[in-house]
């Protein structure tokens, strides 16, 4: 009954977002108030009812009710209650109804934080939503059900891929399509513009907190699904050029680069047209990742299913929503206000050439990612385009994008100087050139490591550079720091740790030109030399969890005698789906870590292993995670604040009428 | 600077950017591609050994031969043609005879393939996609049961 009443409410969702999506719309044609302001209860109301929905697929699981196929395939009863929960999202008819159900959340939440938005911008930016939302309802209604019955009903269920039966599944894609589907609002936003033809820097202090928490989300969501590849495939690897991660990746790069030109736009109003370009482009690309990934044209750990009826759809949508767009965009940039001109070198300058580099980088990865499909498309060959190709590519454009990044920061708007830039980051080069020194004493090889390793120092510096010198700037009282610091804008504190957070993530990725890995069969209470620490394995003993039996090694590690801990990398073996998985063994030194993955075991006792030392890696995380820390701080601004902006404008509004 | 110059500068920046950019793509993909073959494609094509590549199939039932703690040779077959293999390391959890596997290597001279990566399948309903099709071709796919 319950999951009916599931599958209802998403019927009624539909219905109701197409309600959305016309109404509004003809109401801001006709400029009738009262058929606009449909637009907010209907978008409240489609979220429930999304909501409403969700619940009912989760209970399924949670009860174990396996008379729905989606349960039987998915879950069973033995399994963890945590993976119950978000085994929910871990199948592709699950996983489509959280995307959707973000979208909703995403709708509801422009309809709640915009009280004092003009009615006419408010009725488009959720129309266009609405439709986003009903064309998604009616890809899981029609192709992708996950209410779906059997009958008779099995006694047990199939249990869910033991590959993500992992903490991370929590997470990741929650995150994860919190960001791509955030930028769904920034899309609505863009469309809404260029059907009503105004666009001015208030629309941008509008676009620009949604475009920030989409991107915080998004920057944790891949961290978290890098960190979690790390530690559950065994490789010791923590990015694949896999294209389905390239997909994340994508609309990052494209998020990226409009949270800096909205900034252009907001200050200066210039780059509008861009920026709306890159609005639409921000959500396209995950619309394409979506697709890469739903559609069943790739496989990996993450499609779940390969159902071409599934992939026409989605192509179908993806091709009506980016199509129209820009074709919107191609009727209408021409007729939108020309922006604001500026001087090349200036703050606006830098921030142009930063976003010519990662547009660069985003093209290089969409070719990459797209070449291969279209090739065999095309020819039948079939090639793949490994990390050679991209850190071939990207690393040349990558390199001076970091470099420029606190240069840009110390440009003042308008019109800058370069050589006083310049010497207001004399320390960051110094510190940058000392590093490169060190670096190269105490590693050598290989080169590129100790090059990237030494600009990421610079970044770090010169990121923060900007900060300490406002607040230190001709000091004479201590206690003026404090009070110099109140004063500096959030936003700018926030420029500066997203930049040194940027550095901290190029260190860690710079260093794994570093590491030390090592495939060797094991003996048992026999040391094995892996970078500066030794490895031993203590005893090799089965185990039962709580639906699989593993057999782990205890490993102790040791540097110079000293025991500094142990590890227990695992092989499980997942009864209910007869497979088997690796479980990793991981410990953090300092900002290293020690990381063991086993394989087989032979009959003179000793077992295959592959023992990396992985020096600063932890700082590939710890350095998104500042980047995400400064995108909230950044949010906390009260000038960028949701719903502040929209008061402005209301405020403006009012102006104009009097 | 008049408008039009600074807009012309910034259009000849972009294009030396995108330039640069394509250059970079074109010299990278033609160095670092790997091309898929399946044994019978790749005993047509004839290629030079040392050649990167990428081989898919089936592990030919009875093929495993496991020398010492880590060495491994193995046969892919596709039904038509066979191919053998070494590959020194950790075989994958889900390596199984029988199963599909994609190797990553070279062609050494005496016709045999040198992998530096073995790739399983996922699942026992999920066959890399690679192997899927290149088994529909040879028609010995079996087909999904559903």
């Known amino acids: 009954m319950i999951v009916e009443l599931g599958h209802f409410a998403l019927a009624l969702a539909l219905a109701l977002a197409f309600a959305q999506s016309v109404i509004p719309f003809i109401g801001a044609r006709l400029n009738d108030v009262a058929l606009m302001r449909v637009a907010r209860p209907s978008a409240i109301t489609q979220f429930l009812l999304v909501a409403l929905s969700y619940s009912a697929l989760t209970y399924a699981h949670i009860v174990s009710d396996f008379s729905v196929v989606n349960v039987i395939e998915n879950s069973h009863s033995m399994k963890p209650f945590i993976y119950k929960i978000s085994g929910v999202w871990g199948n592709h008819e699950g996983s489509m109804l959280l995307w959707v159900l973000v979208l909703a959340f995403c709708g509801a939440l422009v309809a709640l934080f915009s009280a004092t938005m003009s009615d006419k911008l408010r009725a488009d930016a959720l129309s266009v939503q609405g439709l986003i939302s009903a064309a998604f309802l009616l890809f899981i209604l029609l192709t992708s059900n996950p209410f779906a019955r059997l009958s008779p009903a099995p006694w047990e269920g199939r249990d869910l891929n033991p590959i993500l039966q992992d903490p991370g599944l929590a997470i990741h894609p929650p995150l994860l399509y919190f960001g791509y589907v955030g930028f769904s609002i920034v899309f609505s936003f863009a469309a809404a513009a260029l059907i009503s033809g105004r666009i001015d820097a208030a629309w941008a202090r509008v676009v620009r907190p949604w475009t920030l928490l989409a991107w915080i989300a998004l920057t944790l969501g891949i961290a978290m699904g890098s960190y979690w590849a790390y530690y559950t495939l065994g490789w010791g690897g923590f990015w694949f050029w896999d294209p389905v991660e390239n997909a994340s990746l994508m609309p990052w790069l494209a998020g990226t680069a409009l949270l800096h030109s909205a900034a252009v736009m907001e200050k200066r109003e210039a780059l509008k047209i861009w920026t709306l370009f890159l609005s639409i482009l921000a959500f396209s690309l995950s619309l394409l990742g979506t697709f890469l990934v739903r559609s069943g044209v790739l496989t990996s750990v993450h499609s779940f299913a390969s159902d071409p009826e599934r992939g026409v759809f989605i192509l179908a949508i993806l091709i009506f929503f980016i199509g129209g767009a820009l074709a919107l965009f191609a009727i209408r940039a021409g007729a939108l206000p020309v922006g604001g001109l500026f001087a090349p070198i200036s703050r606006e300058g830098a921030l142009v050439i930063n976003n010519l580099l990662l547009s660069v980088i985003c093209a290089t990865v969409v070719v990459g990612t797209l070449y291969p499909l279209a090739l065999e498309a095309m020819t039948g060959e079939k090639i793949s385009v490994g990390a050679p190709f991209f850190n071939g590519v990207l690393m040349p454009i990558a390199l001076p994008l970091a470099l420029l990044m606190p240069i840009g920061q110390m440009l003042p708007w308008k019109r800058g100087d370069l050589s006083a830039a310049l010497m207001r980051l004399q320390a960051a080069f110094l510190i940058g050139v000392m590093a490169l020194a060190v670096f190269f004493a105490s590693y050598g090889a290989p080169y590129l490591s100790v090059i990237t390793a030494s600009i990421a120092i610079y970044l770090i510096v010169g990121g923060l550079s900007d900060l300490f010198q406002r607040i230190t700037f001709r000091l004479n009282d201590q206690r003026a720091i404090l009070k110099r610091l109140s004063n500096v804008p959030l936003s700018a504190i926030g420029a500066s740790i997203a930049h040194a957070g940027v550095g901290v993530t190029l260190l860690g990725l710079a260093a794994t030109g570093w590491g030390v890995e090592s495939v060797i069969a094991m003996a048992p209470l026999k040391a094995y030399d892996v970078g500066p620490y030794q490895l031993m394995i203590e005893e090799i003993t089965p185990r039962q969890g709580p639906n699989y039996s593993e057999i782990y090694a205890q490993m102790s590690i040791h540097k110079q005698g000293v025991m500094l801990g142990r590890i227990e990398p695992a092989k499980r073996f997942y009864q209910t789906r007869k497979m088997a998985r690796s479980e990793a063994g991981i410990l953090t030194i300092g900002l290293g870590q020690i990381y063991a993955a086993i394989g087989e075991s032979h009959p003179d006792g000793t077992l295959d292993a592959r023992l990396y030392y992985k020096p600063l890696v932890t700082l590939i995380w710890i350095g998104a995670l500042i980047m995400a820390l400064g995108g909230a701080c950044s949010l906390a601004d009260r000038r960028l604040r949701i719903g502040v902006a929209r008061r402005s404008i209301a405020l403006r509004g009012r102006e104009a009428a009097t | ?146």
Not at chain 2, 60 to 65: I, M, N, R, T
């Open chain 2, 1 to 146: 600077m008049t408008r039009k110059s600074k807009r012309l500068t910034l259009i000849v920046g972009a294009l030396a950017a995108l330039g640069v950019a394509a250059g970079l793509i074109l010299f990278a993909l033609r160095d670092n591609i790997v091309f898929f073959y399946t044994p019978s494609e790749l005993a047509k094509k004839n290629l030079a050994p040392g050649m990167r590549l990428r081989i898919g199939g089936l592990v030919k039932q009875g093929s495993v031969v496991k020398n010492g703690a880590q060495n491994v040779v193995f046969t892919i077959t596709d039904k038509t043609a066979d191919l053998a293999v070494s590959y020194t390391g950790i075989l994958p959890d889900l390596f199984r005879e029988a199963q599909g596997v994609v190797a990553d290597g070279v062609m050494l001279q005496d016709g045999t393939f040198k992998a530096d990566s073995v790739l399983a399948k996922h699942d026992e309903k999920y066959m890399p996609r690679d192997v899927a099709d290149a088994l529909k071709k040879q028609g010995v796919w079996q087909g999904e049961k559903k």
